[in-house]
Each structure stands twice: as structure tokens, then as C-alpha cells.
């Protein structure tokens, strides 16, 4: 079975590319670079020795990607390319409307076209908003509060209306809650360059001394110590669960959601404290206001994933601790 994966060199890509291929996948790679490295196409096929073909462009290419079905027959499609910072969608809202929406229609077009009509979808639990009850079930009600959101949400939309129109597609699309950690090897994870957006890679940099301490958005939250509460999943075990996908999407139809999380919350400061006890440094903090948009806490029913696609996550966050760690100090810049 050959797999194609936009986006395949991000984090979260390169670490479902490394799984398909340990599952004796093949797999056809497309990315622009736009958020990852080029040596994270070596840094794959040293981790699993195996090669896999790739090919540098963008998913909006309709050219590139009719090139890619002509010269691959392509059973089923995992389209991560995309956008993913929440902040910059609210300065850059077309930006993201632009790319987001275009690699998405021109990947289902030109499937459609190839009758290549098997997808798993990279979504965001942000398309949840602020949830009325927890744990969170994919009936939640569903609203958005940045661009980045939305655009998940639209192309939620546009799957469910493409199945509506020809049921004889299969997709899959999973919602993701907070990934963090990185493969056990080091040699890939997240790393992102400059003042990071989200917690993790921020608490990795102060431990590094590269960032001098975080800022905790906030201590006065509806939660056990104040503190903005998520559901992180080692992100080894969410690429797993593109393998669970990928595999039902192979043998049924149909358009389903999936939550991809743990079904636990921890705190920012279960985080920080986790993270120092298991990597014995420091971690410097300062409680500061709530960053505008957050919400107090956010943690999914992964239950739906267990039951139809047979997935659980495995890793605590102990490890995802020590494996984020690991990965900047196998000196990956
Ligand atoms: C986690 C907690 C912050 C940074 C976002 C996107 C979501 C997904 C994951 C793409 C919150 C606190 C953070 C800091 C802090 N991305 N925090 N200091 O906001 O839950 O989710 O990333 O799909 O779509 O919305 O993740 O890591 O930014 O924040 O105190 O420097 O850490 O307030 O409570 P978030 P996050």
C-alpha cells in the first residue's frame, strides 16, 4: 500500500512517516519547507532504513500533485500541509484562509480526479472552542475563536460535504488535542525557531537557557492550581494513531471524527514541574496575565478512537518530558 503524506517532513508528519514505514507502508512524501527542515528526509530514513520517495513543492500545486498520482499509484492520502499558529492566523487571517483552503481543494481535486478517494485529515481540538463539559466527545458543539481554528473547522466541512456528495469516499479526520515529546531516537521533534508559541517547546528553551524564563499565561483559572489545564499526547502516540487511521480509511467508506488525545489534563505547572523532575534542571517561570483566547481546560473522550479505530495512547507525560528534552540535546538545530 502506498500512502501520500503533505506536510510530511513537520513534526507531526515526519513522526506518522517514521510509523507508516515501520508498518511496511510506502510512502510518497510532498513538502514546501515552509515549517520544517530538508534533513528531516535523511534523519526519517536513518530511523527506519528504508527510503521512501519525496518530492519538494507546494499542495496547491495541482500540477506537482497530478505529476505525483501519474508517477505513483497513490492508495489513500494523509494531508497535514498547512499553517498551524494560532496567533499568527488572527495577523494574517487571508494568509491562512489562502493556503489552508487552496492545499486542501487542490489535494481533493486532483484525488478525485486520480479516484484516489481515501483520506485522514489533520484537525485541531481548537475546533471545539471553549467546551461546555469535559471530558470532551466529537458531538461536542463545535465553534472557533482564531483563523487558524476556522480553517480547521472548514475543512471539516468541505469532507463532510465531498462524502455527502459521493459516499463511496473514506475519510478520517482526527482531532488532535496538545502533541509534545519526540521520537526516542532525537533525532526529530520540534524545535521551532525563535520565541515559540506553545508550552512545551517554550519550557525546552528555558531549560536550555536559550529563552531566560516562561511566562504562565495566567494562574486564576477555574482549575486545580489556577493554571490553563490540556490534554498533551506524546506525539509518537498520535502518529500511531495516523496508522490506526490510514488502515480503516484502507478497509471501509464513510466520513467520521476521531479525538486523538490521552483523556487526561494537566496543568501548566504539572508541566514545568514534570519536566524538571524528570530531566533534573531548572525551569525559571513568572506568572503573567492570561494570554487573550485561552481557556481554563481542555481534555478529550478519546473512547470513539478506541472503540472503531482501536487506539489508545500509552505514553505518559513523564516521557514526553524526557523525550522532548532529549531531542534539543542531541544538538537538532
Ligand atoms: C498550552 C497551555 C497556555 C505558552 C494550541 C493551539 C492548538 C494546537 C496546540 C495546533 C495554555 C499555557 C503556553 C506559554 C503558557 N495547535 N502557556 N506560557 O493554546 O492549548 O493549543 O496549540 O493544532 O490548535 O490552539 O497550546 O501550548 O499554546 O498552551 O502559560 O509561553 O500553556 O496558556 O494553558 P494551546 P499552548
Known amino acids: 500500500m502506498k500512502i501520500l503524506v503533505t506536510g510530511g517532513c ?12 515501520d508498518a511496511n507502508y510506502e510512502i510518497v512524501v510532498i513538502d514546501n519547507f515552509s515549517n520544517s527542515k530538508p534533513d528531516v528526509i535523511d534523519k526519517i530514513k536513518q530511523i527506519t532504513g528504508k ?12 500540477e506537482l500533485l497530478n505529476k505525483i498520482f501519474k ?48 483520506i485522514v485529515f489533520s484537525s485541531s481540538a481548537t475546533v471545539y472552542g471553549k467546551p461546555d463539559t469535559l471530558p470532551i466527545k466529537e458531538t461536542a458543539p463545535l465553534s472557533t475563536t482564531n483563523p487558524y481554528g476556522t480553517t480547521k473547522l472548514m475543512i471539516e466541512d ?15 479526520i482526527l482531532r488532535y488535542f496538545n502533541p509534545i515529546g519526540a521520537h526516542k531516537s532525537g533525532l526529530i521533534g520540534e524545535n521551532p525557531n525563535g520565541i ?7 519550557i525546552v528553551k528555558v531549560a536550555t537557557h536559550e529563552l531566560d524564563h516562561l511566562n504562565v499565561f495566567g494562574n486564576d483559572y477555574n482549575t486545580k492550581d489556577g493554571t490553563g489545564v490540556r490534554d498533551y499526547i506524546h506525539v509518537v502516540d ?8 490510514i488502515n480503516y480509511v484502507l478497509n471501509h467508506t464513510g466520513c467520521d471524527t476521531y479525538n486523538l488525545g490521552t483523556g487526561h489534563g494537566y496543568s501548566v505547572l504539572d508541566l514545568v514541574n514534570t519536566f524538571k523532575e524528570v530531566n533534573h534542571v531548572e525551569v525559571a517561570y513568572q506568572i503573567t496575565d492570561r494570554r487573550p483566547g485561552d481557556i ?26 524526557k523525550d522532548a528534552y532529549n531531542f534539543v540535546q542531541k544538538d537538532n538545530n
Open 10 to 21: 513537520g513534526y507531526i508528519g515526519s513522526h506518522t512517516c517514521v510509523e507508516l514505514l
Open 51 to 62: 527510503d521512501f520517495t519525496f518530492y519538494e513543492g507546494d499542495v496547491q500545486d495541482k
Open 71 to 118: 508517477e505513483n499509484k497513490i492508495d489513500a492520502a494523509i494531508h497535514f500541509a498547512g499553517f498551524k499558529a494560532v496567533g499568527e492566523s488572527v495577523a494574517k487571517p487571508l494568509m491562512y484562509y489562502r493556503n489552508n483552503l487552496d492545499t486542501t481543494l487542490s489535494l481533493l481535486e486532483v484525488m478525485n480526479d486520480h479516484n484516489c478517494k481515501k
Open 158 to 172: 468541505i469532507l463532510r460535504d465531498v462524502y455527502k456528495s459521493d459516499n463511496t469516499w473514506s475519510i478520517a
Open 196 to 202: 515559540p508559541n506553545n508550552l512545551m517547546p517554550y
Open 238 to 245: 498520535l502518529a500511531k494513531g495516523h496508522i490506526s487511521a
Open 296 to 321: 481554563d481546560a481542555c481534555y478529550a473522550d478519546p473512547s470513539k478512537a478506541k472503540e472503531i479505530l482501536n487506539w489508545e495512547a500509552n505514553l505518559e507525560i513523564e516521557e514526553m518530558c
